[in-house]
């Protein structure tokens, strides 16, 4: 145990989630190992490429997107190549969103990141994953959990926060950002999870290859998800009564009272 003096109350962390959910509270950030084999993510890589061939595809092709800044951006990857779901339902992740948002957990949004070579992109800019938002909460109302499908490294632009920074409302001075910023180094299929509140940003690539990732956002299911995921997936996606709730389906909004009054009856104890 490490030495103190004065101290009457210690918290505890007696596993890797418990360590992550502490850094996470504190910090605003953590990173945690997602417990995937090498095979696993062979198979992510290709689902993701899948992905981005087919929401491109559907979106008009890479330089349709381009004009509007989305060509480094997969929306919704999982509603192209079902096996990126899996990392959404990550049970480590899906438990440290149980302990750290009060309630139950909606996924908000899921999307590809590409940090390009020697470029600019959307993510490399100072931000919030609720952005636009200036306040404080005394616990988290959103977890962003940033999937590596490949190492992020200091040379291909891993991630920089500002530590503890999801405790204040205003963007911090130039001064701070300048000697507190810190670049989270992580694994290929580990996962840097964040308090969506936390100011981070991507840095430049400078590795010659780009670098992609896969975020899960995940909200209290009182905010409005970035993509109506039921609406979009249909209603016969899954039965899966589990990934109903976490995809947002108990959570739509009704369009008329009919559609409330219904709603309410389905709850009722049968």
């Known amino acids: 145990m490490t030495r103190s003096y004065g101290i009457n109350e210690r918290a505890a962390a007696d596993s890797d989630i418990d360590a992550a959910v502490e850094s996470l509270r504190t910090l605003g950030y953590a990173v945690v190992d997602g417990g995937y084999s090498a095979g696993d993510l062979s198979g992510f890589s290709q689902g993701f490429d899948t992905a981005r061939r087919a929401a491109h595809a559907a979106a008009g092709g890479t330089e349709a997107l381009a004009q509007i ?12 190549d079902r096996s990126l779901l899996a990392l959404a ?13 009060r309630g139950y957990q909606v996924l908000s949004q899921q999307n590809g990141v590409i940090n390009p070579p020697a470029k600019t992109y959307n993510q490399g800019a100072w931000h919030r994953d609720l952005p636009y938002q200036h306040v404080v909460f005394s616990r988290p ?67 010659g290859t780009e670098r992609r990732a896969v975020n899960q956002v ?7 998800q970035q993509i109506d995921l039921p609406a979009f997936l249909g ?16 959570v739509t909004t009704p369009r008329s009272d009919a559609e409330y009054f219904a709603m309410r009856r389905a709850k009722l104890p049968k």
């Open 69 to 80: 800044d989305e060509h480094n951006t997969v929306r919704t990857p999982f509603a192209y």
């Open 218 to 224: 995940y909200t209290s299911p009182i905010l409005r």
């Open 141 to 207: 109302m959103a977890i962003n959990a940033l999937f590596c499908l490949d190492a992020f490294t200091t040379e291909n632009g891993a991630t920089l926060v500002l530590p503890a920074t999801h405790k204040q409302e205003e963007f911090p001075s130039d001064r701070f950002v300048d000697a507190s910023a810190v670049q989270v180094c992580a694994p290929a299929g580990s996962y840097i999870v964040l308090d969506c509140m936390l100011y981070h940003s991507g840095a430049p690539n400078r590795s």
């Open 235 to 250: 209603d016969d996606f899954t039965d899966d009564p589990t990934l109903r709730r976490l995809l947002g389906y108990e």
């Open 89 to 101: 339902r990550n049970p480590a992740i899906l438990e440290m969103c149980k302990r750290l948002i």
